[in-house]
């Protein structure tokens, strides 16, 4: 180690009831005479908890990554922030096409007043479960959705955002109105 500084080298060691604990370890070696080291200072750091916050924050990610429903996040006023796969392939916008722009970008111009209500109630501190719509595509075509909306609060409990989830619910609405369509025949 001799005149060699260390910086934010992480090992791990079991500590039989505790546990294993990551640390973070930094050396500096202090030259006093002789341009010799004589001293070295060490400082260990436990970071364990970060490591498993960061890892829990990674696992989240790959979910929402991965989901086949859309997970849309918005600025209270309704611009959109994030935009995972599943909205890319339910709504056919990639990420970069709609980050930036406001929600009603999905719907028709009769269901406009329709988002200003939503953003509203979850404004207020409201929840919106399974609210069933219909969201316009980016090549035109109409499906219908069930969304889900909640408030994104900070740590004060401020609302800074808004979550959606949507699930596309048009194969079920189709064999629904199959079903009506075939109970009116035999009535």
């Known amino acids: 180690l001799k005149r060699k500084n ?3 080298y992480e090992m791990s060691f079991s500590f039989g009831e505790l546990g294993e604990r990551t640390f973070l370890f930094n050396a500096q070696p202090t030259i006093l005479k002789d341009n010799e080291c004589n001293l070295m200072v060490l400082a260990f750091e436990d970071i364990t908890e970060r490591k498993i916050a960061e890892q829990l924050q990674s696992q989240f990610a790959a979910v929402v990554a991965s989901s086949e429903d859309a997970i849309i996040s918005k600025t ?3 611009n959109i922030v994030s935009w995972n796969i599943g909205a890319e392939t339910i709504y056919g916008y990639k990420a970069e096409e709609v980050v930036g722009k406001h929600i009603s970008l999905l719907t028709s111009a009769e269901r406009k007043k ?4 939503l953003i509203n109630k979850i404004i207020k501190g409201e929840t919106v479960k399974h609210f069933d719509t219909i969201r316009i595509c980016k090549d035109g075509t109409a499906k ?3 969304i889900s909306l909640s408030p994104i609060k900070d740590k004060n409990g401020k609302i800074v955002g808004i979550s959606t989830i949507a699930r ?3 194969p079920r609405k189709k064999a629904e109105a199959r079903l009506k369509y075939l109970n009116l025949l035999l009535q």
Do not use: F, L, Q
Request: proline share 6%.
């Open 76 to 78: 209270p006023d309704g």
């Open 144 to 146: 219908n959705v069930s």
């Open 168 to 170: 596309d619910i048009t």
């Open 6 to 8: 260390i910086h934010n």
């Open 114 to 117: 329709e988002i200003s209500v």
